[in-house]
């Protein structure tokens, strides 16, 4: 199957299954808002994850993804990104936006999601440190996360790191999750 066929039953997907298509429109505006104004409104990720899990009771994929399914995904996307939150290197919108986006795939996607997620904020990051001319201080605060980490510091003791800015990471997340499904759907991951 060429690319071009791949994304026509791609499309033609989204009438039998509109899953994908709902969690796209879900993760574009949480990307809006974010950038808009640095917030992920709990209407949208708890709204997201309560349709996701209903979602997944009412039409499950097979008889393996079920409710159970979503909520195992659910509660991985969560616990992958909880440390962040408490190292204070990413806000609790995001986090409960990745528990969002495991509702929908489950927990064998969410991981590979969750890593994706993580190489394409961090090309962000150093984008976004260049841009702002902060490179310096973006190093100085991984050396510091690292130190303490080794160290076997508290994780609260990265608080002392300087901030280059907010970056809106649901973009990050939106980017990976559309990318990472797609790349599955045309059999590339």
Not at 49 to 58: D, T
Not at 111 to 135: D, E, K, M, N, P
Not at 179 to 188: E, F, K, M, N, Q
């Amino acid at each position: 199957m060429n690319e071009s066929e791949a994304l026509i039953e791609l499309l033609s997907g989204l009438a039998t299954d509109p899953r994908f298509g709902m969690l796209c429109i879900l993760l574009l505006a949480a990307s809006f808002l974010d950038i808009r104004s640095h917030t992920i409104p709990n209407r949208l990720t708890v709204g997201g994850i309560a349709v996701g899990l209903l979602y997944a009771a009412i039409v499950p994929f097979s008889m393996h993804t079920g409710f159970l399914w979503a909520l195992a995904g659910c509660a991985l996307g969560l616990l992958m990104l909880l440390p962040f939150y408490l190292m204070k290197a990413m806000g609790a919108g995001d986090v409960k936006l990745m528990a969002m986006v495991g509702a929908f795939v489950g927990p064998y996607a969410i991981v590979h999601i969750v890593i994706t997620t993580f190489i394409v904020g961090g090309v962000a990051a150093i984008g976004f440190a260049l841009a702002r001319g902060a490179t310096g201080r973006l190093l100085g605060n991984l050396r510091l996360m690292v130190l303490i980490r080794m160290a076997g510091g508290s994780v609260a003791a990265a608080g002392s790191a300087t901030s280059i800015g907010k970056m809106p990471y649901a973009v990050s997340i939106a980017i990976a999750a559309i990318s990472y499904l797609v790349a599955r759907h045309i059999g590339y991951a």
